[in-house]
């Protein structure tokens, strides 16, 4: 069955979102499946500077994202409110490239991207990765302080995106 998201008001109203406790999130990895990484991504879509819409197709995106990536997740009740997804696939340089970095808006100042961003990072360390790199767009103030907060550090910019990395020992 097909959603049409874009037709949905998505958001919590602010009386329902006061009464939620974080520790009502559960926090998983690889649980979600194509179609709530999607619901995810459209509700995401607008927090993006430049709309993930606009730069590729969702559901293509959401089904690599199910089948490449390491997924570390945010949940709440059912509903996925945040994603961070990595590919940690490169063997030689063992190197992760964090592809997604969302939460559904509502959520944000609360430490759950801080969760999930130490989450990926623990699993790369675990796994005997060097670096964690990333990119992200200048204008993306916030996203940018969460990265440094977790001490990725600007190796490159280039056409309005910063590249990030983070070292691991």
């Known amino acids: 069955m097909e959603t049409h998201l874009e037709n949905m008001d998505l958001e919590l109203p602010y009386w329902k979102m006061s009464k939620v406790s974080m520790h009502d999130i559960t926090y ?15 509700k995401c879509d607008t927090v993006f500077i430049a709309g993930l819409k606009a730069r590729t197709t969702i559901k293509e995106y959401a089904e690599k994202i199910v089948t ?11 509903e996925l409110i945040g994603l961070v997804a990595c590919y940690f696939n490169n063997k030689v340089t063992n190197e992760g490239y964090i592809t997604n970095v969302s939460l559904v808006k509502g959520y ?7 969760r999930l961003m130490q989450n990926t990072i623990q699993y790369a360390d675990d796994n005997k990765f060097n670096k964690i790199k990333l990119e992200v767009e200048t204008g993306n103030h916030a996203a940018i302080a969460l990265y440094r907060k977790w001490k990725f550090v600007e190796v490159e910019e280039k056409a309005g995106v910063l590249i990030l990395e983070k070292k691991l020992t």
């Open 28 to 42: 998983s990895s690889n649980t979600k499946g194509v179609t709530d990484i999607y619901d995810h991504l459209m």
């Open 68 to 78: 490449a990536a390491v997924r570390f997740e945010a949940v709440l009740g059912s």
């Open 108 to 114: 944000t100042g609360k430490g759950i991207a801080s």
